[in-house]
């Protein structure tokens, strides 16, 4: 019977501890609390660290740079004119002057298709490459002599086989 009554007390006591508590400020930590009874027994109070939250970072906002068109038209580009050298007209009279100071192994004609295929049968113009023709071997590295052709002509006969060293 006596822990009955023991038992008894020690609920009303806890009962009303907890009445006390729960009138107070709501807010107040009950552990805290320093009533003048309990000052020896303080405990410090129960603490929670403060939660920082990072700052919300939004990316920058880029916009393409915008580009006005020029209110002129663009500049039109004319391609070179290609001037097709004739073997007949342009490039005999400037070998016939060669044959004033030199004997070569090719045989002048009055016919013009035979007097190329005299050039190209004894390699003087080579077809393929003219780089490798002979007569172009000896005008690019420059003509000897006091005679020498013309600049004016050496670049017709150069020019002439650079076009492929056609044949009209």
Known sequence: MKKVILSFICAVALLSACEKVSLQDPT????????????????????????????????????????TPPNSTPAVVIPPVVVTLSFSKDVIPVLNQCENCHSHGWTPSSVASTYYTNLVN??????????????????????????????ANTNKIINWMKTGSLNN
């Open 122 to 151: 004894k390699g003087y113009v080579n077809v393929a490459t003219y780089s490798s023709s002979k007569i172009y071997s000896k005008l690019s590295n420059g003509h000897p002599g006091s005679g020498s052709i013309s600049t």
């Open 28 to 67: 107040i930590n009950p552990i805290s609390v320093v009533t003048p009874a309990d000052s020896t027994k303080v405990k410090s109070p129960v603490t929670t660290p403060p939660t920082t939250t990072p700052p919300v970072t939004t990316p920058p906002v880029t916009t393409p740079p915008t580009t």
